[in-house]
């Protein structure tokens, strides 16, 4: 099994900052990417930002500039800095990766969610 379990969600006002971060555990072979998506009331889930095993980044255009993703291998870890928060950011915010399992293919991975809520 594989798990991957989000934190760093919470209520901030405009302008303000959030780290969130998302950690995947179990019968873990390989990560190849991992990436953060959101999905606001009413809306489709979007993606935010990707980045790859060789650390290649893709971003939301809406968050260019202001989002920064990375991860740390060794902890199997996905973060994402969000700095200058609008009210458009509030949403769900969802941790995906593709991992490989002992024995098995590459699988899409999805966390919990966790809340971020910007105040204008």
């Known amino acids: 099994q594989v798990q991957l379990v989000e934190s760093g969600g919470g209520l901030v006002q405009a302008g303000g900052s959030l780290r969130l971060s998302c950690a995947a555990s179990g019968s873990i072979f390989s990560i190849n990417a991992m990436g953060w998506y959101r999905q606001a009331p009413g809306k489709e889930r979007e993606l935010v930002a990707i980045i790859t095993s060789d650390d290649n980044t893709r971003y939301a255009d809406s968050v260019t500039g202001r989002f920064t993703i990375s991860r740390d291998n060794a902890k199997n870890t996905v973060y994402l800095q969000m700095n200058s928060l609008k009210p458009d950011d509030t949403a769900v915010y969802y941790c995906?990766?593709?991992?490989?399992?002992?024995?098995?293919?590459?699988?899409?991975?999805w966390g919990q969610g966790t809340q971020v809520t910007v105040s204008s």
């Open positions: 995906n990766a593709n991992i490989l399992r002992y024995g098995w293919g590459y699988s899409n991975y």
